[in-house]
């Protein structure tokens, strides 16, 4: 048995603020059960002083990503996301009186999901420097899109086979069917994901997967 500390198993017995805010203001993925973990972030956010009312947090990981995503929440929780970001991950896992060395990826994803959120509440609000939406910074947005199905990135799973961005539109085109069971909340999810970017006037997802036979 990896040698937890007494902090690590309470916040993973009784972890706080579970669940899922559900007028969120920003919400972000990070990770993927394929590779083992996954975690899910919500925010809500006082427009006027930043401050983060309100944060939860989904795990679908070890006893170690639910603990520092619970002492994350309890961290940050109160704080204006100025000050949340600039939590480093070696911050949660002191919180936690440490982590096991290889554990310590935990709360690398526990920072890197909150900082998502925290990049996009900015985002919606212009509070980012205004970068253009390139190809590059397309494909990481999208590389957070699951599949419900599978839990994996559209990416990942080789359901994204063309993407452009040009003149403030964006094309996406996903090898599923517009019938496909799952096509509207993928659909659902890469619009929350792209269609606050200031430069972007359009997302079109297209479905061009070939129906079964």
């Given at each position: 048995?990896?040698?937890?500390?007494?902090?690590?198993?309470?916040?993973?017995?009784?972890?706080?603020?579970?669940?899922?805010?559900?007028?969120?203001?920003?919400?972000?993925?990070?990770?993927?059960?394929?590779?083992?973990?996954?975690?899910?972030?919500?925010?809500?956010?006082?427009?006027?002083?930043?401050?983060?009312?309100?944060?939860?947090?989904?795990?679908?990981?070890?006893?170690?990503?639910?603990?520092?995503?619970?002492?994350?929440?309890?961290?940050?929780?109160?704080?204006?996301?100025?000050?949340?970001?600039?939590?480093?991950?070696?911050?949660?896992?002191?919180?936690?009186?440490?982590?096991?060395?290889?554990?310590?990826?935990?709360?690398?994803?526990?920072?890197?999901?909150?900082?998502?959120?925290?990049?996009?509440?900015?985002?919606?609000?212009?509070?980012?420097?205004?970068?253009?939406?390139?190809?590059?910074?397309?494909?990481?947005?999208?590389?957070?899109?699951?599949?419900?199905?599978?839990?994996?990135?559209?990416?990942?799973?080789?359901?994204?086979?063309?993407?452009?961005?040009?003149d403030g539109v964006i094309i996406i085109d996903l090898d599923l069917t517009p019938d496909h069971k799952f096509a509207a909340h993928i659909s659902e999810e890469i619009h929350e994901k792209l269609d606050h970017l200031w430069d972007i006037k359009e997302v079109r997802v297209?479905?061009?997967?070939?129906?079964?036979?």
């Amino acid at each position: 048995m990896l040698p937890y500390s007494k902090k690590v198993i309470e916040h993973f017995k009784h972890p706080r603020n579970v669940g899922e805010i559900k007028d969120a203001d920003a919400v972000a993925m990070e990770g993927s059960p394929a590779c083992g973990d996954m975690l899910k972030i919500s925010l809500k956010v006082n427009e006027k002083t930043h401050v983060i009312t309100d944060i939860k947090f989904e795990s679908f990981g070890c006893a170690s990503n639910i603990a520092t995503a619970s002492i994350l929440t309890e961290i940050v929780k109160g704080r204006t996301i100025e000050e949340a970001e600039k939590i480093s991950w070696k911050q949660a896992a002191e919180e936690l009186g440490g982590l096991p060395p290889v554990k310590m990826h935990c709360a690398v994803l526990a920072v890197d999901a909150l900082r998502s959120a925290i990049e996009q509440w900015k985002e919606k609000h212009g509070l980012v420097d205004k970068k253009p939406t390139t190809p590059d910074v397309l494909l990481r947005k999208l590389r957070n899109v699951l599949n419900p199905l599978t839990g994996a990135s559209i990416v990942r799973m080789q359901l994204l086979v063309n993407f452009d961005v040009a003149d403030g539109v964006i094309i996406i085109d996903l090898d599923l069917t517009p019938d496909h069971k799952f096509a509207a909340h993928i659909s659902e999810e890469i619009h929350e994901k792209l269609d606050h970017l200031w430069d972007i006037k359009e997302v079109r997802v297209n479905f061009v997967g070939e129906p079964e036979s």
